[in-house]
């Protein structure tokens, strides 16, 4: 089945500079990539989604490339303010009826 | 329109005691998922359903067991509660693979 791996598991950035995470996906025939976010003790939400026809996305500060070639896809953050402290959670699906998450990346915004 | 519904939201189990936790959404999705978060851990897949009368296992089904008999609900039952079961789950719901999760607020379950 699908395994997602994230990288780095913890990112600790200034308030105002930019972070990314990448995921890596080992099903080639993977071909929808979300990215959710949680805050502590909330549920999981969608912030961004890509599917395999597109190479980026971006919604606001927010952005997540996809490089289907080298099997990995990054969420990039731009100008991160603190409420953009949270665990976030890359996945990879092929239709093949599972979801399958990476285990989360803690990114920690300095003030 | 409610979304993802988990009932309830915290609870307090002894070993061996057993209990169902409710999961209804109101979107007519296919998909229901049952997923548990350790501490500072990710999302691990237990159960997921693909439609009505469909259940299938995920990564750790062991100790739990699933029914879809209606679209809108998805149960989980824990059966001989043990202490490994300690956990937040999460019950989440979409269309299909392909399109957006929706998750429940989640349930805190703790078994001492």
């Known amino acids: 089945g699908e395994n997602v791996e994230q990288h780095p598991s913890t990112l600790s950035v200034q308030e105002g500079d930019s972070a990314v995470i990448k995921c890596t996906y080992s099903d080639s025939a993977s071909n929808y990539f979300p990215w959710y976010k949680q805050e502590l003790g909330k549920r999981p939400q969608l912030i961004i989604d890509?599917?395999?026809?597109?190479g980026e996305k971006k919604d606001q500060r927010i952005a997540v490339t996809l490089n289907k070639t080298a099997k990995h896809f990054s969420l990039h953050i731009t100008e991160t303010q603190p409420e953009d402290s949270a665990v976030y959670f890359c996945?990879?699906?092929?239709?093949?009826?599972?979801?399958?998450f990476g285990k989360g990346n803690q990114v920690v915004v300095i003030p | 329109n409610a979304g993802v519904t988990q009932t309830p939201k915290f609870r307090i189990l002894k070993i061996g005691q057993s209990m169902t936790l409710q999961c209804t959404q109101d979107?007519?999705?296919?998909?229901m998922y049952w997923y548990r978060q350790d501490p500072g851990m990710g999302l691990k897949l237990i159960y997921y359903?693909?439609?009505?009368?469909?259940?299938d296992k995920g990564e750790v089904p062991n100790g739990y067991n699933v029914s879809r008999s209606t679209t809108e609900d998805f149960p989980l039952r824990l059966e001989l509660a043990a202490p490994s079961q300690t956990s937040v789950y999460f019950c989440?719901?979409?269309?299909?693979?392909?399109?957006?999760?929706?998750f429940g607020q989640g349930t805190r379950l703790t078994v001492v």
């Open positions: 359903s693909v439609g009505a009368g469909i259940t």
């Open positions: 890509i599917r395999s026809n597109v």
């Open positions: 979107m007519n999705h296919n998909y």
């Open positions: 996945a990879a699906s092929s239709g093949n009826n599972r979801l399958a």
């Open positions: 989440a719901s979409s269309f299909s693979s392909t399109t957006e999760a929706f």
